[in-house]
């Protein structure tokens, strides 16, 4: 299995592949390389619908340059904890950040959502995370305040009384009824409409329909996420 960095060919090669629909796996498989580094080629560089071989190439080229202008400042910070390759981790988070904004999160509170999740804490204080994504403190209170409107991040003082935002293991499940409650909540103005624009209208039809449908997802989102956490704890 070849290694080093992809070359430009291999790029040409990807972007064909998600034209056509493939898999990352069957991709991967073509030009044999690992499916992680597809992976991270594609959410790194504008995800499967909007990945350029020219436009990839050319920004990997610009990123190898920016670190090698701060290898001298990189050599100087401390090690990663458990033996962590530093470049590597830096790679990954970026990736993770861009699969977040991918899925319709805005840019900061993706960049605060990966940096919480990927501590071995799962806990950060603003100013570390001022220090951590080198933002303004305004930038890192409004991310806050939406990724807790979701349920992804929760509060608490710690012994110094600090404000630390927490990442768990319950952060998805709170996000799943979060968002089914949102759901539920488009349901039942559907059906007000409905009474609104006169039943038996093509107007009054479409709103029911679209209130059955949010229905049947808010409902199986709920039940699921509540299944899924019984399950996990009673392995765990």
């Not at 840019?107 to 220090?131: I, N, Y």
């Not at 007000?192 to 009054?204: C, D, H, K, S």
């Not at 199986?220 to 399950?231: K, L, N, P, Y």
Request: glycine residues 6%; aromatic residues 4%.
């Amino acid at each position: 299995m070849p290694g080093g960095r992809l070359t430009q060919q291999e790029r040409q090669q990807i972007a064909l592949g998600l034209a056509d629909g493939l898999a990352y796996a069957e991709i991967a498989r073509r030009v044999d390389r690992p499916t992680s580094t597809i992976t991270r080629e594609v959410m790194r560089n504008g995800g499967p619908t909007a990945y350029r071989a020219d436009l990839a190439h050319r920004a990997t080229e610009r990123r190898a340059h920016r670190r090698r202008q701060t290898a001298p400042r990189a050599a100087e910070a401390p090690p990663q904890a458990h033996g962590r390759d530093a470049e590597a981790v830096r790679e990954y988070e970026e990736v993770f950040t861009t699969v977040l904004m991918a899925s319709g999160m805005t840019t900061m509170p993706a960049r605060v959502m990966a940096s919480l999740t990927l501590t071995d804490s799962g806990s950060l204080t603003a100013s570390e995370l001022v220090q951590r994504l080198q933002v303004s403190p305004a930038s890192i209170s409004k991310a806050v305040a939406f990724l807790d409107s979701q349920g992804l991040v929760r509060r608490e003082r710690d012994e110094r009384r600090r404000e630390r935002y927490i990442v768990d293991d319950d952060i998805w499940y709170r996000s799943m009824m979060a968002s089914a409650r949102s759901i539920a909540q488009l349901v039942e103005i559907a059906r007000e409409g409905v009474g609104v624009l006169g039943p038996g209208t093509p107007v009054a039809a479409r709103l029911e329909n679209i209130a059955r449908f949010l229905d049947f997802v808010s409902e199986s989102t709920a039940r699921a996420a509540e299944q899924a956490r019984e399950i996990l704890r009673t392995k765990a």
